[in-house]
């Protein structure tokens, strides 16, 4: 079961969602194959805290990364990535037992269909592709002679959903380009705004801005992969330095959990009790603590907190992949 916003859902969406906002709490689990998916937990954080829609919401940060290294992107096999991640979703509902999941990671969202847990899944679970897509296609709709330029992981664009559902949004294919990323993500929690990023990102942003129709109308930078946003200002420095006519940054990491806070519900309660944690069955390295924490506490500082105190939780799921 999927919920978006509400304008996409399904009749089954919308019940779900209706399900959710009576509540006067909310026990959410997030998770990315990284930390990305933290800034969406700082974003639901501040939400819970500034509308006051329930009196209690209670977060809950699951790393879904398998081992200390290579994650779902360094798979060869589609099997495995699907398979390992569709443990992961059912260890984290059974450990946790949210009341609903948000796949704030794209990488793990476009593999979200073929996840058999998801298909028969109780608990409502959100992914990523949508909120971007729906982004993107909004601000081309409404900027006619705009183009955008969708950077994202390697998984997220061979699997081809942003660009298919832009297709289906009749978004014509000349409006846009997909620029793959490798190993960005993880520059990225090492040190978002470092030179080396900056060296990455420059290099990405110029082969992008190479393959654009000729236009004259601004040039949008969609951040399809929730870690980029900590390193939106080197984007935005790089698109200026492209040559391009830049026309500002997308990132659907602050739609993602916008469904449940609608403007009906703001003020229901004089406060809002958030907590946050940070749960991982590998280690988190330091080194992305000391580099994404202070980013976090300038939208969250409790989800700062949550991930300089993180919990781990040994074999929480089953990953080995099988000798060949």
């Known amino acids: 079961m999927f919920f ?15 399900g959710l906002l009576e509540s006067d709490s909310l026990r959410l689990v997030v998770t990315d194959s990284g930390f ?4 969406v937990a700082a974003d639901t954080a501040r939400r819970a805290e500034e509308s006051r ?43 946790e037992a949210p009341d609903a999941l948000l796949v704030a990671c794209n990488t793990l969202s476009v593999l979200l269909p073929d996840c058999a847990f998801a298909r028969g899944s109780s608990v409502p679970i959100a992914g990523m592709v ?10 081309l709709e409404d900027n006619p002679g705009a183009a955008a330029i969708l950077f994202a992981t390697q998984t997220t664009v061979a699997e081809g959903s942003h660009h298919r559902g832009l297709l289906e949004r009749g978004i014509a294919g000349e409006r846009f380009v997909v620029q793959s990323c490798p190993d960005l993500a993880g520059q990225i929690e090492d040190d978002p705004l ?21 236009s004259d109308g601004p040039v949008f930078a969609s951040l399809n992969c929730t870690h980029f946003g900590y390193s939106a200002e080197v984007w935005e420095r790089r698109m200026r330095a492209s040559g391009v006519p830049a026309g500002g940054l997308l990132n659907p990491n602050d739609r993602m959990a916008a469904p449940l806070f609608p403007a009906h519900l703001h003020g229901r309660f004089a406060q809002t009790d958030v907590t946050v944690r940070t749960v991982s069955m590998v280690d988190i390295p330091a080194t992305a603590v000391n580099a994404l924490a202070p980013v976090l506490a300038r939208t969250s ?12 939780v040994p074999g929480l799921f089953e990953w080995e992949i099988a000798a060949t």
């Not at 990305?36 to 800034?39: D, E, F, I, M």
């Not at 949508?130 to 601000?139: C, F, H, K, T």
């Not at 470092?194 to 000729?214: C, H, N, W, Y």
């Not at 500082?301 to 781990?312: D, H, I, Q, S």
């Open 53 to 95: 829609a329930y009196r209690r919401v209670e977060l809950i940060f699951v790393n879904a990364l398998f081992r200390d290294r290579g994650g779902y992107n360094s798979l060869a096999a589609r099997e495995d990535k699907i398979r390992i991640f569709n443990a992961a979703l059912a260890a984290m509902a059974g450990h």
């Open 194 to 214: 470092g030179p080396e990023t900056e060296r990455m990102i420059a290099s990405f942003v110029s082969d992008a801005a190479s393959k654009l129709a000729p």
């Open 130 to 139: 949508e909120p971007g897509v729906d982004l993107i296609a909004r601000v």
């Open 301 to 312: 500082p409790a989800t700062a907190r949550a991930m300089e105190n993180w919990e781990k």
């Open 36 to 39: 990305g998916g933290l800034s």
């Open 4 to 18: 978006l916003d509400s304008c996409h859902a399904s009749a089954e969406t919308d019940a779900a969602l209706a």
